[in-house]
Structure formats: structure tokens, C-alpha cells
């Protein structure tokens, strides 16, 4: 069974930085693409970030681009999401997800191409 577990958010102010941490157990985790969503308050959940299998290929949503770097360790288990410049509307819960694929699949921004997630971690960023 593949465990996603979040962690890193917390109460930012706007302008801030901060690095989401997102430890995938329960199964060789270089097997896997990993994403990013988040769900705002009163809002559905929408695309953040993805890295494929390899880590070769990433994506971003037009909102973080240029702000957000995601990054993957292998031998850690860990991808992260590294999230410059902060401003409030990017106050959301932080959600990792996971898909296993074959090596030369890419990255994939599509909420229900993910079998796995975690819990999430709330960020907020206050103005």
C-alpha cells in the first residue's frame, strides 16, 4: 500500500517562502509521478505542480509559475515543493498525490490520473 504523508505548512506572511515536504512509503517511490493540488477555502481542489517518474519532465499552473519550483529525492522518498514569493490567494490545503507509471510517461496535471494521496498540510498566507 503507497502512503503519501505532507508536511511543511504553516502561517506565512505574503512575500514569504516555504518548502513542502511530501514522503511517499510503501513502495519504491522512483515508480512513481507525484503532483501537487491544492484546495483553496470554499473552492475545489485544483492542479499545483507534477514531476514525472524521472523527474525529467515538470509541469506548473500559469498561478505558480516562476514562484513554485517542485523537485523530487529519490532516495529520501520525498518530493518537494519549494514555494517562493507567497501571496495570499495561495492560502490552501496542500495535497501530494501519486501514479505509477512507466519511465517514459510525463508529467500530468489531471486530478484523477492520481490513485494515491495524502492527508494534506494547510498553508496560509496572510496579507
Known amino acids: 500500500q503507497v502512503r503519501l504523508e505532507e508536511s511543511g505548512g504553516r502561517l506565512v506572511q505574503a512575500g514569504d517562502s516555504l518548502r513542502l515536504s511530501c514522503v511517499v512509503s510503501g513502495y519504491t517511490v522512483s515508480y512513481y509521478g507525484v503532483g501537487w493540488f491544492r484546495q483553496p477555502p470554499g473552492k475545489e481542489r485544483e492542479f499545483v505542480s507534477a514531476i514525472s517518474r524521472g523527474g525529467g519532465d515538470k509541469l506548473y499552473a500559469d498561478s505558480v509559475k516562476g514562484r513554485f519550483t517542485i523537485s523530487r529525492d529519490n532516495d529520501k522518498k520525498t518530493v518537494y515543493l519549494q514555494m517562493n514569493s507567497l501571496k495570499p490567494e495561495d492560502t490552501a490545503v496542500y495535497y501530494c498525490?501519486?501514479?505509477?507509471?512507466?519511465?517514459?510517461?510525463?508529467?500530468?496535471?489531471?486530478?484523477?490520473?492520481?490513485?494515491?494521496w495524502g492527508q494534506g498540510t494547510q498553508v496560509t498566507v496572510s496579507s
Open positions: 498525490a501519486a501514479r505509477r507509471t512507466i519511465l517514459t510517461v510525463p508529467a500530468n496535471a489531471q486530478e484523477d490520473a492520481y490513485a494515491y
